[in-house]
């Protein structure tokens, strides 16, 4: 009787595991598109915008252990903010790719990848600047000449995600509307 009890609950045990894993690479289109395509909202500031709002604001990290937010530099918020596309970008690279969703992933992969190596490098000198108390036209022109080298292409990659993802939104009957 135990062993009979133990191989149904082995049993169970699987077929929970095999759903589970199954429903967890298996996504609806519509959790594609939210994962590809709506997170990439997180970037439509990207640039002088969202570089000023930061740096005119404290400078705050997330401290697990106090779970609050809690002041540091402002090198330090930004590493936090890249961190937290890094794991939106690894949500996005953990969706098996298909002849359907191909283009969607990589056009959002495309964005993500971009912005984030684009803020290591200049949000984060950007930070510094900020953190060791430079002069305001020193942060200003620091802005100026990372739009000047960005902003063509994260427009660019921008635009080609928002593209694709009105199609694959057209396909699949997704409730959505896409601004460009």
Not at 49 to 65: F, G, H, R, W
Not at 154 to 177: C, E, G, P, R, S
């Amino acid at each position: 009787m135990k062993k009979i009890l133990n191989a149904t609950t082995l049993f169970l045990v699987l077929i929970a595991g095999s759903l589970v894993s199954t429903s967890c690479t298996n996504l609806s289109p519509e959790k594609t598109f939210e994962i590809a395509a709506l997170n990439s909202n997180l970037l439509s500031r990207f640039g002088s915008k969202e570089i000023n709002e930061k740096l005119q604001s404290e400078a705050q990290v997330y401290d697990e252990t106090q779970k609050k937010m809690i002041p540091s530099t402002y090198q330090d918020s930004f590493k936090y903010d890249i961190t937290n596309l890094e794991t939106r970008l690894k949500t996005i690279q953990d969706i098996p790719e298909d002849e359907d969703n191909k283009e969607l992933l990589q056009a959002s992969k495309d964005l993500f990848t971009y912005a984030i190596a684009k803020q290591k490098e200049g949000y984060l000198s950007i930070a510094k600047l900020k953190d060791e108390k430079a002069s305001q036209e020193q942060i200003e022109k620091a802005i100026e000449d990372f739009d000047a080298s960005t902003q063509k292409d994260i427009d660019a990659k921008f635009t080609k995600l928002m593209n694709v993802a009105q199609t694959y939104v057209d396909k699949h009957n997704i409730n959505a509307k896409i601004g460009t």
